[in-house]
């Protein structure tokens, strides 16, 4: 305890009820140095049965979604649809700064535990509360799904190919994770706020409204332009210009800029080529100052051309290293393994070595941001078991008798 | 008047473009008091032209003070600003700001308790710390390029995508250090790289390989829990719906709304596996009804039988057809003395239930020197319009 005491947020309590929608509000809290206490439902979360799984068994203790998402937690069980679970929930919620939950909007109030009905057991906690489109409005009781997320945020009719449906992110949902990230400002926001006020509130995070956060030109473009922006013929990566392009063993993000930008990003990676015997005539004497909108398809081609030849010649790793050389604005389109062999982020210290050892066990997790010099954030442990804290909790903070306990199992309350 | 939620707070602001103006405009949309330091002779990109889009949509209710700072004395006023700011915010790439003589330490010595976040593309420590880039490429160096798109091409784009993600770890970052800053005393660094803040979006896909040793790749719309699950095209010109599936009694709504219940018991489609299976098919089925009708039709009557479905919206649809977002106040606009019009977020993506930010326009260029210059450092008239002349106030 008293190493959290130094940390952001050591002297405050969160309850985390929240759903796949919202299991990372809690992670950057708990990793922030709060005590973030996870309820799940008897059995466990649901989201303990989204993949992958820790060595591909499917198992609610080995999910490595469950297991990303929710480090810096201890866990109990509770249901609070119970009378006595609600019980329970109240005497917590007065020893608690913050709640996070992310129900269909109303369905804690028919359980007299919304945002009214806690303010009056403790005028001071601060809900978060993360839903697909906010707690009120026509579309308050929607359902969303990643892609209705997507879809609906705006942040996917420009992006695809235009002989093929608009695309969203591949495997677990980008779109709850920018709510999650949105609930942890706004738990912060309203903190501040307290300080003021000695009054907690509820925030009210809207999925769509995180999505659409996302969007700059897509908004400005229809606001200052009245211009849709449009998916685009496929393998060019986005027009008249490559944007990422094939190399040896992947591919690789570059693109040769227009306008101000075109110097100082440009010339280096003519230069690069040029030593590596690559460039052609036209490229080394071309005048980008002139490079542009104007740039005929003719001129892109000769200028594209060559470049796409070397980068096929070269794996990324190697592409890679001669851009930092050459000072060129090339990255590699990475995967998963390229990143743990990443010297900066080793050199950052972005890694954490968490010992599992219900698996005997201990994984490689990617750490919260790094760079904080007062107070940085650190994964205090990993995702807890289903259950894991319960006598902690109920027994030794809450005075409930082991007798009790058992009835309450019993009675499918935790 | 009402007190503004960050009332009081102070922002020197050297950011410029995305990522750090989208940080600091969280602040300056609570109501602190953010003072752009530029220059008309080196204008940050787009900087000092109205309707033109990031700035306006990202400066929003921020002062502007221009000045040149390669003069000691512009550098001194920039300094004596910073002794009675709370918070200094750049985005220049690993470095700049110590070349500039305003490194950390420095501001450290003038402000005690200062907080100075400095955002860049991988941090200002390690072998890579200067080497220059953009979101566009942040997003695939964090992964995100690798997972977009359709399995049988090349990924997909989706512009600076990492460039939303790195100011919503910044902002956590802010607001966690005046937490500290109030309990302690204490001021810090906040040295945020974007990979990084990118990283966070991947850690499910990160311990896949760490455990597993597997490399995920592009999977198109497909979700391995769901089907139908696609966008669907829709009635007019290139529009779509979103449908999800994901239980037997969403499937049975889904049959019921598009008028054939009797597809629910087709073998081909009556369990999840079977309709994992043939979800190319069932995709066809899917894209036949939805052709006829509108993406807007589509989606009512699917959300009203309890499936999740939803339009991809265009940017018109956002800012003009949406009821959700004009419910929520989503999208504000605001004005230029001279007239001009413009619509954009708020800078916190939230609503909070006791507190109601009021949005501003963003500043014109230097349109704040008078306040910042003559009325908080105390410049007397004279030395104001000296310092004019000589363009150290340019």
Known sequence: ?414 | MTKQLLEGIRVVDFTWHLTGPLTTKHLSDLGAEVIIVESRHRPGWERGKPLSGSTDQYCTGKLSATVNTRDPRGLDLVKKLIAMSDIVADNFAGGAMDRMGLGYKVLKEIKPDIIMLSTSMQGQTGPHFNHPGSGHKLTALAGFSNILGWPDREPGWIAAYTDFIAPRYNIIAIMAALEYRRRTGKGQYLDMSQYEAGMQFMGTLVLDYVVNKRVVGRTGNKCEYAAPYNAYRCQGEDRWCAISVFTDEEWESFCTVIGNPALKNDPKFATFRARKTNEEELDRLVNEWTSTRTAEEVMSKMQAAGVAAGVAETGEDLLDNDPQFKHRKTFVQLEYPDGGKYRTQMGNHFLMSKYTPDMKRAPLLGEHNEYVFKELLGLPDDEYERLIKEEVID
Not at chain 1, 104 to 118: E, H, Q
């Open chain 1, 1 to 414: 305890m008293q190493e959290k005491a130094e940390s952001v947020l050591g002297p405050y309590r969160v309850l985390d009820l929240a759903d796949e929608k919202g299991l990372l509000c809690g992670k950057i809290l708990g990793d922030l140095g709060a005590d973030v206490i996870k309820i799940e439902r008897p059995g466990g979360d649901e989201a303990r049965n989204l993949g992958p799984f820790y060595h591909d068994e499917p198992d609610p203790e080995k999910s490595l979604f469950w297991f990303a998402l929710n480090t810096s937690k201890r866990g109990i069980t509770l249901n609070i649809e119970t009378v006595d679970g609600r019980v329970l929930f109240r005497k917590l919620v007065e020893t608690a700064d913050f709640v996070i939950e992310s129900f269909p909007p109303g369905y804690l109030d028919s359980l007299g535990l919304g945002y009214s009905d806690l303010e009056k057991i403790n005028p001071r906690i601060i809900m978060v509360s993360i839903t697909p489109f906010g707690q009120s409005g026509p579309y308050r009781d929607f359902k969303t799904s990643d892609i209705v997320a997507w879809a609906m945020g705006g942040e996917m009719a420009p992006y695809g190919d235009i002989d093929r449906p608009p695309i969203h992110f591949s495997h677990h949902s980008q779109a709850f994770l920018h709510a999650g990230c949105d609930g942890a400002q706004g738990a912060l926001t309203a903190l501040y706020h307290r300080w003021d006020t000695g009054e907690g509130q509820q925030v009210d995070v809207s999925i769509q409204d995180s999505v659409v956060q996302c969007t700059e030109h897509i908004t400005s473009g229809w606001d200052l332009h009245k211009m849709n922006q449009k998916r685009t013929e496929p393998g060019s990566s986005g027009g008249r210009i490559t944007q990422l392009w094939p190399c040896k063993d992947g591919y690789v993000s570059w693109f040769y800029w227009g306008g101000p930008m075109s110097l100082r990003t440009n010339v280096p990676m003519v230069e690069w080529l040029e030593s590596e015997g690559a460039a052609t005539d036209f490229l080394t004497q071309y005048d980008w100052s002139k490079f542009g909108f104007e740039t005929t398809p003719e001129e892109i081609k000769q200028i594209e051309e060559p470049t796409a030849k070397f980068f096929m010649e070269h794996t990324k790793a190697e592409l890679f290293e001669g851009a930092l050389k050459n000072g060129v604005q090339l990255y590699p389109v990475s995967t998963p393994a390229d990143m743990l062999g990443s010297p900066q982020l080793e050199a950052r210290g972005i890694w954490a070595e968490m010992e599992h050892p219900e698996l005997g066990d201990t994984i490689t997790y990617p750490g919260p941001t790094t760079g904080y010099s007062e107070s940085p954030p650190r994964i205090s442990r990993r995702a807890p078991l289903i259950g894991e804290h319960n006598r902690e909790i109920y027994v030794d903070e809450l005075a409930v008798s082991e007798e009790e306990l058992l009835v309450l199992k019993q009675a499918g309350v935790i």
